[in-house]
T-cell receptor, first 118, second 113 residues
Framework: AQKITQTQPGMFVQEKEAVTLDCTYD???????LFWYKQPSSGEMIFLIY??????QNATEGRYSLNFQKARKSANLVISASQLGDSAMYFC???????????????FGSGTQLTVLP | KAGVTQTPRYLIKTRGQQVTLSCSPI?????VSWYQQTPGQGLQFLFE???????NKGNFPGRFSGRQFSNSRSEMNVSTLELGDSALYLC????????????FGEGSRLTVL
């Protein structure tokens, strides 16, 4: 069974500094996708970045980058130049893609609450 | 392009009642998934619909059901509400079944008294 672990319940970062949010995963499927979502207090889950298990390069999207270390089964999110608006809950998620369709749901970690300090 | 729309945003029910939540996916998206989010259990997958058929189901009792219409809009229903059903119910859409990123709505926050 797939499993996502986020060990940091809460993180603080100073505005304009970089921060890394940890995510480790466990799967026996060689083909999978990793996602990061941001959830502000409004409740909506906002897609940030995606990394495929066969992607050779780490994914980047603006100020977001994914530090993908396949052998260690980690997919840490790096936010550069933090802004006050980055304060939110961040979720790591995974989807196994080789399994039958009925098992390919997106599974989420427990989340990390990021607070950006002025 | 309009995002995923969920209604109602907030609702309060009492134990034993039933509730129906609605979700309109992004135009062109044919897959709709539902998640329950609680402080204790986090985000838990309820079910996924594609082309009006339930394709994937999480580990929830039969009181939780859903359906999808020909225009891809989806509804979920919870019957015989329990206090533990209080949660944020999130709907997400995607273009394909069980693939790609999900685009979420703002959720329906259900309180059961």
């Amino acid at each position: 069974a797939q499993k996502i672990t986020q060990t940091q319940p809460g993180m603080f970062v100073q505005e304009k500094e970089a921060v890394t949010l940890d995510c480790t995963y466990d799967t026996s499927d060689p083909s999978y996708g990793l996602f990061w979502y941001k959830q502000p207090s409004s409740g909506e889950m906002i897609f940030l970045i995606y990394q495929g298990s066969y992607d050779q390069q780490n994914a980047t999207e603006g100020r977001y980058s994914l530090n993908f270390q396949k052998a260690r089964k980690s997919a840490n999110l790096v936010i550069s130049a933090s802004q006050l608006g980055d304060s939110a809950m961040y979720f790591c998620a995974m989807r196994e893609t080789r399994r039958p369709g009925s098992a390919r749901q997106l599974t989420f970690g427990s989340g990390t609450q990021l607070t950006v300090l002025p | 392009k309009a995002g995923v729309t969920q209604t109602p945003r907030y609702l309060i029910k009492t134990r034993g009642q039933q509730v129906t939540l609605s979700c309109s996916p992004i135009s062109g998206h044919r897959s709709v998934s539902w998640y329950q989010q609680t402080p204790g259990q986090g985000l838990q997958f309820l079910f996924e619909y594609f082309s009006e058929t339930q394709r994937n189901k999480g580990n929830f009792p039969g009181r939780f059901s859903g359906r999808q219409f020909s225009n891809s809009r989806s509804e979920m229903n919870v019957s015989t509400l329990e206090l533990g059903d209080s949660a944020l119910y999130l709907c997400a859409s995607s273009f394909a079944l069980a693939a790609g990123e999900l685009f979420f709505g703002e959720g329906s926050r259900l309180t059961v008294l």
